[in-house]
């Protein structure tokens, strides 16, 4: 019966073990796994930042749709922002966004076709001339222009007097043109030459376009008409006539070129509408009055510049 017993017993210990040796060695494992240090990803495993999250905008910060459809005039003004809230990277909207039309029509140089105002155009104007140019400087207000003119000028005595030209000196035309570069010339000479034999002035005023054509061969010549005396003066006076007047007016305009030299005509502007000066624009039938002058400035403005008719 003992022996029994002993084999019984030690049949009961190693069941035992064999039941209880699986968990014995799970608990030796999770105690092993415990103790171990995490596993430490290297950097080439992941990236050091993780992709951008697109978000809404947030009341604060408008989208740029908003942007786009806001009402301009609705804007805080650039003024009131303080220039902290906005980061150098960042430019403000107003400082980002294109230029609008209506800016760029406000700005001169926006458009390089645009008609230079009256003071712009004749900024590069001289005018050289008699008694009518000196009428046409003191009260046209063609301020922004230069004048070599005195009362009796020829062509005889245009080359080679010096004249007070206003804001530069007295000096000859030839010492004028080595200091000053003209845009545009106008020569209006030829009423106190008609007493000289026609031949010799028609001569001599051409002598006196080249000149001008070689000192300044990049301004734009105009050759300006003489203008009539009344009726009354005109048909008392064998040398002084409307008749004599337009016999030279004709070979003043056949030397213009129309590329470099053009031909001007004022005369229908104070005309009567029979070739001679309206007697009620003249007190001494052959000058305009001083309110009249303005009229012949603005004339040759619109003829050069827009082209208008000469009438």
């Known amino acids: 019966m003992k022996k029994h017993s002993d084999i019984l017993f030690s049949l009961l210990i190693i069941l035992s073990v064999i039941i209880l040796a699986p968990f014995v060695l799970r608990n030796d494992i999770f105690v092993q796994s415990a103790s171990a240090s995490p596993p430490v990803s290297s950097p080439e495993s992941e990236p050091m930042e993780s992709a951008p999250i697109e978000s809404e905008p947030s009341e604060s910060e408008p989208s740029e749709s908003d942007l786009l459809e806001s009402d301009p005039q609705e804007s805080v003004p650039q003024e009131s922002i303080p220039q902290e809230s906005t980061p150098p ?31 712009e155009f004749f900024s590069d104007a001289l005018f050289i001339g008699d008694s009518r140019t000196v009428g046409l400087m003191e009260y046209a207000g063609l301020d922004t222009a230069n004048f070599f003119a005195t009362s009796g000028m020829s062509s005889f005595q245009v ?49 006196v376009v080249d000149f001008i054509r070689q000192a300044q061969p990049q301004a734009t010549l105009y050759v300006c008409a003489n203008l009539h005396l009344t009726k009354s003066r005109s048909d008392s006076d064998d040398i002084y006539n409307n008749g004599n007047i337009d016999r030279l007016n004709a070979e003043i ?59």
């Open 159 to 207: 080359l080679s007097e010096e004249v007070s030209v206003p804001g530069v000196g007295k000096m000859t035309l030839s010492t004028l043109f080595e200091q000053k570069s003209y845009g545009k010339i106008f020569l209006m000479l030829g009423i106190n030459e008609l007493g000289y034999e026609f031949s010799s002035v028609v001569k001599q005023y051409g002598r």
């Open 89 to 119: 990277s960042q430019p403000s909207p107003e400082a980002s966004a294109p230029e609008t039309a209506a800016s760029d029509e406000s700005s001169p140089a926006a458009d390089s076709g645009q008609i230079p105002s009256l003071e």
């Open 253 to 311: 305009a056949a030397l213009a070129d129309n590329e470099s030299i053009f031909y001007l005509d004022v005369n229908p502007l104070f005309d009567d509408g029979n070739g001679a000066l309206n007697a009620q624009y003249s007190a001494d039938d052959t000058h305009p009055y001083g309110k009249y002058y303005a009229q012949w400035g603005q004339w040759i403005y619109d003829a050069c510049v827009q082209e208008k008719p000469s009438q």
